[in-house]
């Protein structure tokens, strides 16, 4: 199947400090990719939905500007968070959908787990 | 409402045998299809089987198979001869054609497989 990567794997930094997390799509074309959330024991929840060379759509309660959503080409999509705090703690796993395939393919990344002192 | 729902949080099977893990949805989009991806404790999401509302076969996938039933909303998940490494989160989920590309998730069943 197709591959979907992001980095960091993990990432620690200090409260009020931006992280920028990144999604690509390694063999093949993605127009669109899916941010979620995930806290410890819960289940995924969609952030935003982010359209190759437009603006990312956002779900209902997700800030637009702490959550800055980048797809500047098919293959990369990129999530910053924004003076981040500690309730912004979680896993953060993306989603690419390939292009040409099918329209039930749809791939994840491996998740960022990222920790705020 | 929730559009997903898992009824069991937590599952154990001996190893060997089958086990079914519920999964019911509630939508009035004709055009729908529900997806069963695992998640063991490295946190990937490995995607299992898909049933697309028209199908009018139940999915097979290797040894896993979803019992759908259409008429009662239930996508069930049945992994046959169960095995040490599926002890994992197991997540149903369901896209709608009316609601673009996104999935939206149940809350997961963890489960257990015992030696």
């Known amino acids: 199947g197709a591959v979907v990567s992001q980095h960091p794997s993990w990432v620690i930094c200090k409260s009020g400090t931006s992280v920028k997390i990144e999604c690509r799509s390694l063999?093949?074309?993605?127009?669109?990719m899916f941010w979620y959330r995930q806290f410890p024991k819960q289940s995924l929840m969609l952030m935003a939905t982010s359209n190759e060379g437009s603006k990312a759509t956002y779900e209902q309660g997700v800030e637009k500007d702490k959550f800055l959503i980048n797809h500047a080409s098919l293959t990369l999509s990129t999530l910053t968070v924004t003076s981040a705090h500690p309730e912004d703690s979680s896993f953060y796993i993306c989603?690419?959908?390939?292009?040409?395939?099918?329209?039930?393919?749809?791939?994840f990344g491996p998740g960022t787990r990222l920790t705020v002192l | 409402a929730q559009k997903i729902t898992q009824t069991q949080p937590g599952m154990f099977v001996q190893e060997k045998e089958a086990v079914t893990l519920d999964c019911t949805y509630d939508t009035s989009d004709p055009s729908y299809g529900l997806f069963w991806y695992k998640q063991p404790s490295s946190g990937e999401m490995i995607f299992l089987i898909y049933q697309g509302s028209y199908d009018q076969q139940n999915a097979t996938e290797g040894r896993y198979s979803l019992n759908f039933q259409k008429a009662r909303k239930s996508a069930n998940l049945v992994i046959s001869a169960s095995q040490l490494g599926d002890s994992a989160m197991y997540f149903c989920?369901?896209?709608?054609?009316?609601?673009?590309?996104?999935?939206?998730f149940g809350p997961g069943t963890r489960l257990s497989v015992l030696p």
């Open positions: 063999d093949f074309q993605a127009t669109t």
């Open positions: 989603s690419a959908r390939d292009t040409k395939a099918g329209y039930n393919e749809q791939f």
């Open positions: 989920a369901m896209r709608e054609a009316l609601y673009g590309q996104n999935f939206v």
